[in-house]
């Protein structure tokens, strides 16, 4: 039900625009995480539909936007001044409104960020 799509290799200090369209139903809460390498799934961003209230790991805010086109039920990820630690696989999730987890996963989209 979550296609995340638009990862991509770029050097350091570019951008790139991961988007994750959403079929089947809308979702109260979606986000963004990501995993590294040998590393645990770290959550980077997450957005409400109703009011576009976002919410931003410290390692990434002033870097990254969460935005949302509810009309095409599609969430973006706009990711600028990229680090090579930013490099991971970037996984959209989403939840209902009373769910206590995220409970639906993308296949995750890898973002490469060369030094």
């Known amino acids: 039900q979550l296609q995340a799509s638009g990862g991509g290799l770029v050097h350091s200090g570019g951008s790139l625009r991961p988007s994750c369209a959403a079929s089947?139903?809308?979702?109260?809460?979606m986000a963004w995480f990501r995993q590294a390498p040998g590393k645990e799934r770290q959550f980077v961003g997450d957005i409400t539909t109703g009011g576009g209230i976002t919410n931003y790991a410290d390692s990434v805010k002033g870097r990254f936007t969460i935005s949302r086109d509810n009309a095409k039920n599609t969430m973006y990820l706009q990711m600028n001044s990229l680090k090579p630690e930013d490099t991971a696989v970037y996984y959209c999730?989403?939840?209902?409104?009373?769910?206590?987890?995220?409970?639906?996963w993308g296949q995750g989209t890898q973002v490469t960020v060369s030094s």
């Open positions: 999730a989403a939840r209902r409104a009373y769910s206590a987890s995220y409970e639906y």
């Open positions: 089947g139903r809308t979702f109260s809460f």
